[in-house]
C-alpha cells in the first residue's frame, strides 16, 4: 500500500528524487487551467520548404486510441485501500506521522502532514487511512494485477469496475522485489485484458496508461517509450520499460498498453523532483510480472536463483583497467562466502558478460536474468579474467526475501595515486573480514575519483596489497588507469582511477 519515493545522491547530478506514484490521497485536489502557446508563423524565406513539408505531412495521421479505450477499458479497475495506522511522533508542521504510514514515503522531504486521518480521532491512536491505485483483470473468474506497495498492509481492499460495480478482494500474493501483487474478486464473466510481448516493444512506440490517478477512474494517456530495460537504484531486479506518459499518484498498478491493445507493462514509478509527474515514467515489463504472478497463484510466494555477488557497472576506465575491449558486463565486486559464485570458482574483478547465451550488456541485466532461473539450476557463465574470456558453470541458490575502519594519525607517504595509507591492525582486520590498506589522505587522482579518507584498499588491478611497498610496486607499474578495488562502510566496489 505504500507508495514509494526515494531520495538518492548520484554522481555529478545531486540530490534527486524517485517516486512510486501507486497511492493518491482522497482529499481535495487542485486542477490548473492549462495554457498553451501558439508557434509563430513561418517567415516567407522558409514557407517554400515549410510547403512542401506540410505536403508531406499531410499523409501523417496520430494514432486514435478510441477503439482501444472502449474495447479494453472495461477491464481496468480503480482499487481502494484501508489501512488503521498507529500514530508516533509529530511531521515538521505539527501534524502527526509514522514510518509506517502509507503516505508517508510518498512525501518524505516534504512539509506536509504524513497521516492525515479520515474521520476524525484521536492522535495518538490509530487512525484509518484510504488510498487508491490502480489495477487489470486478468482471468475472466476474477485476477487481478497490481503493484504490491498498492496493496501492501492492506486491512481491507475494494475494487471498482468501469459500470461502478465494487467487489471486496483479496490478495493472493505480494512480490515486493518486483513490486507486483495478485488480487482475486468473486465475479464471473468480467472483461479481461489481452497480454502482449514487453520484449517487442521497441524505443519512439507509441503506448497508452488507463488507471485512476488521484481517484479519478478510467483516465487516459498515451506517450512513448523513452528506453528499455532501464534499471533504478534500489530496483535490482527489474528492466523497467521507460516512457513519457504521463503517470501520478493513484496510476500505480495500471497497465501501460501497446498499439495493438496488448499490455505490455505495470505503471510502476515516476521519477521526480515534486512527487508529481516531470516526463519520466516506468512501468514494469509484463513478461517479468507475469511470471510473478504465475508464482504467486500457484505457490503464494516467487522462487529466485541466486548467484551470490556483488556488482556494479563497468565504465570505459574500468574496461581499460581491465583490458576489456570496450565497457560492457557485470564487474563483480565481491564473492559471498559460501555461496555459489564462491563454489565455481568466480573471483572479486571477474567481470560476467553472459549467462545461459544472454550477454550482459550492463550490470543491471544480470540479476534479472539469474532471477528468472530456478534454484538448483546450472547456469553457464561467460567471464572475462585476466584479459581474456573464460568459461565458468555455477549452480543456483535460493534468493531470500556498514562497518567503520577506525583512522590513526600516521605520516601519509603520498605517490603517483595522491594517496596516504597505512597498513590495518590486527582488529581491524578481524572487524571487516580483509587485509588492505587505510586511506588516511587523499589527493590528486585519488580524490578526482572519490576515494575517501577511512575506504580500505585491497587491490589494485587485481593484484592484493596490504603494504605501502606493494601498493607502490603495482601502480609503478600500472598505465594510465588502475582499477581500485576497496571497502567502504562493509560495501566492496571498484573505483578507476585515471593517472594521466
Not at 495521421?61 to 478510441?66: D, E, Q
Not at 482475486?184 to 489481452?194: A, E, F, H, Q, W
Not at 588507469?481 to 582511477?497: E, S, Y
Amino acid at each position: 500500500m505504500k507508495p514509494r519515493i526515494l531520495v538518492m545522491r548520484m554522481a555529478l547530478a545531486g540530490v534527486v528524487t524517485l517516486a512510486g506514484f501507486g497511492l493518491a490521497r482522497l482529499d481535495t485536489a487542485v486542477i490548473g487551467n492549462a495554457h498553451a502557446e501558439s508557434a509563430a508563423a513561418p517567415s516567407a524565406a522558409i514557407a517554400p520548404v515549410a510547403a512542401q513539408n506540410a505536403a508531406s505531412a499531410a499523409t501523417i495521421t496520430l494514432p486514435n486510441f478510441t477503439s482501444l479505450v472502449k474495447r479494453y477499458g472495461p477491464a481496468v479497475v480503480n482499487i481502494t485501500v484501508t489501512e488503521k495506522t498507529r500514530q508516533t511522533g509529530f511531521s515538521v508542521n505539527g501534524m502527526p506521522s509514522n514510518g509506517d504510514d502509507p503516505f508517508s514515503q510518498f512525501f518524505r522531504g516534504f512539509p506536509m502532514p504524513f497521516n492525515v486521518p479520515h474521520g476524525g480521532g484521536n492522535f495518538g491512536g490509530g487512525q484509518v487511512v484510504h488510498g487508491v491505485g490502480s489495477g487489470f483483470i486478468v482471468s475472466p473468474d476474477g485476477y487481478i494485477m497490481t503493484n504490491a506497495h498498492v496493496v501492501q498492509d492492506a486491512s481491507e481492499v475494494t475494487v471498482r469496475l468501469t459500470d461502478r460495480r465494487e467487489y471486496r478482494a483479496k490478495v493472493i500474493g505480494s512480490d515486493k522485489v518486483s513490486d507486483i501483487a495478485v488480487i482475486k474478486i468473486d465475479g464471473k464473466n468480467l472483461p479481461v485484458v489481452t497480454v502482449g510481448n514487453a520484449d517487442a516493444l521497441q524505443v519512439g512506440e507509441w503506448v497508452l496508461a488507463i488507471g485512476s490517478p488521484y481517484n479519478f477512474d478510467n483516465t487516459v494517456t498515451s506517450g512513448i517509450v523513452s528506453a528499455k530495460a532501464r534499471m533504478l537504484p534500489s530496483e535490482n531486479y527489474v528492466p523497467f520499460i521507460q516512457t513519457d506518459v504521463p503517470v501520478n499518484p493513484g496510476n500505480s498498478g495500471g497497465p501501460l498498453f501497446n498499439m495493438n491493445g496488448e499490455v505490455v507493462g505495470i505503471n510502476s514509478q515516476i521519477y521526480s523532483e515534486t512527487g508529481g509527474f516531470q516526463g519520466l515514467s516506468f512501468a514494469i515489463p509484463i513478461n517479468i510480472a507475469m511470471h510473478v504472478k504465475d508464482e504467486l497463484v500457484a505457490h503464494g510466494k516467487v522462487t529466485r536463483g541466486r548467484l551470490g555477488v556483488s556488482i556494479q557497472e563497468v565504465n570505459q576506465q574500468l574496461a581499460n583497467s581491465f583490458g576489456l575491449p570496450r565497457p560492457m558486463g557485470a564487474l563483480v565486486s565481491e564473492v559471498a562466502p559460501d555461496g555459489p559464485a564462491a563454489s565455481s570458482g568466480l573471483k572479486s574483478g571477474d567481470i560476467i558478460t553472459s549467462i545461459d547465451g544472454k550477454e550482459i550488456e550492463r550490470s543491471g541485466d544480470l540479476p534479472s536474468f539469474v532471477a528468472e532461473l530456478k534454484p538448483g539450476s546450472r547456469a553457464e557463465l561467460q567471464v572475462w579474467r585476466g584479459g581474456k574470456p573464460t568459461a565458468i558453470s555455477v549452480t543456483l541458490g535460493e534468493l531470500s526475501d556498514g562497518k567503520q575502519v577506525a583512522l590513526a594519525n600516521t605520516e601519509p607517504d603520498h605517490g603517483r595515486l595522491g594517496l596516504g595509507v597505512r597498513t590495518l591492525q590486527p582488529q581491524e582486520r578481524a572487524q571487516i573480514g580483509a587485509d588492505g590498506l587505510v586511506v588516511q589522505s587523499v589527493s590528486g587522482p585519488a580524490e578526482a575519483a572519490d576515494i575517501r579518507r577511512g575506504d580500505v584498499i585491497v587491490s589494485v588491478n587485481g593484484v592484493p596489497v596490504k603494504t605501502v611497498e606493494q601498493l607502490r610496486s603495482v601502480v609503478t607499474k600500472a598505465g594510465t588507469t588502475v582499477a581500485v578495488l576497496l571497502i567502504r562502510d562493509g560495501t566492496r566496489m571498484f573505483v578507476p582511477i585515471d593517472l594521466g
